[in-house]
């Protein structure tokens, strides 16, 4: 359960929650589902909305969300399952990064006999640099979408494993549902059991979250690309667990969240988690940016600063469109941030 503090007391300024209403009232956060604030632990701030949603592509309609609406969290899924491999790599049960992926899936020995699959490691797939066809332009509705075409496929694991080779795995971040998907079954098979029951046991629990749903795919096996549902406070949790090392081992922590590989624009990717500079090179003065981010389409975006002990969960309704990130970015940088004081 949040402890909840007064947005003066946790270093914003007071009028934090006037400045967050003002911004929806105008029509800045189009869209806008839920956000939750966490500062020092405690919870600072939240807010929601009214609007269209979606659980992956059936319609729920007109939903009027709060605190215990579960949410489509989409590819922030992917950031749980770093954090779960982590879990299990401490406890010895999944391969360390550097091995051969797929001796690991021996149904593939087929696969493993082509030298340059056999180069792929499970560290290419936790960073996205597996240098397989593989493409997500295309709306998450059908099978033109290469995560939706696995989720449709007979086995899973197959359909990402034969992709063809089109460059060298290691040099280049390519955004692969299926690199999330190779990871996922790691974690199931080596703690013998689904990954969705390993998540409530290893890290859900201790971490007193216990409304969750995970949506499978044609083949019954949860998604680890797009699957999870969680209410925004239980989002907001994950986030604090992961700067306060709970229930996560710090030294995962760490490596996870390390730039692995350049993405866009000065920023990286870690272990399925996106990395940011934490500071905005080149405009001093202005707050800093995120140094952590997990993402998912339609706005779906969980933030950590760990410097400020500062952790936003934002989701929302655009999903597929242009501008996904538009609300999340305007509850950061016209609210949150410029509302900062210590």
């Known amino acids: 359960m949040w402890q909840r503090i007064d947005p003066g007391a946790a270093g914003f300024a007071p009028d934090l929650a006037e400045r967050l209403d003002a911004l929806v009232e105008e029509g800045r956060a189009a869209g806008l589902h839920g956000v939750v604030v966490a500062r020092h632990g405690r919870l600072v701030l939240e807010r929601y909305g009214t609007g269209e949603d979606y659980a992956w592509n059936t319609p729920l309609g007109v939903v009027d969300f709060g605190p215990e609406t579960r949410h489509d969290v989409r590819s922030v899924t992917k950031s749980v399952v770093g954090l779960l491999y982590g879990v299990a790599l401490a406890a010895g049960l999944v391969p360390e990064p550097g091995e051969p992926i797929l001796r690991h899936f021996p149904e593939h020995a087929d696969l493993a006999a082509d030298p340059g ?71 199931a098979r080596g703690v013998g059991r689904p990954l969705e029951e390993f998540a409530r046991d290893a890290l859900f629990a201790p971490l007193g979250i216990t409304s969750f749903e995970w949506m499978a795919g044609e083949d019954g096996v949860a998604s680890a690309a797009s699957g999870l549902r969680l ?30 590989v350049p993405t866009w624009d000065g920023f990286s990717y870690g272990y399925l988690w996106h990395v940011g500079p934490g500071e905005r090179p080149g405009r001093p003065g202005e707050p800093p940016s995120w140094r952590a981010m997990a993402a998912g389409n339609g706005g779906q975006r969980l933030f950590l600063f760990p410097d400020l002990d500062l952790v936003v969960a934002v989701t929302a309704g655009a999903y597929n469109g242009d501008g996904q990130d538009a609300a999340a970015r305007a509850v950061l940088d016209e609210v949150l941030l410029p509302a900062l004081t210590s």
Not at 147 to 157: C, K, L, N, P, T
Not at 236 to 260: C, F, K, N
């Open 231 to 260: 209410t925004p406070r239980d989002l907001a949790r994950i986030g604090q667990a992961v700067l306060d090392a709970e229930a996560i081992p710090a030294s995962w922590t760490a490596e996870m969240l390390r730039p692995h």
């Open 117 to 187: 699959r056999a180069a792929l490691t499970v560290e290419h797939a936790l960073t996205m640099t597996l240098g397989l066809d593989w493409d997500e332009s295309a709306p998450y509705t059908g099978p033109e979408n290469s995560e939706i075409a696995m989720e449709m496929a007979e086995d899973r694991y197959r359909f990402v494993l034969e992709r063809p080779i089109v460059e060298e795995p290691g040099k280049r971040w390519s955004y692969s549902g299926g690199a999330a998907a190779l990871v996922g079954g790691l974690i």
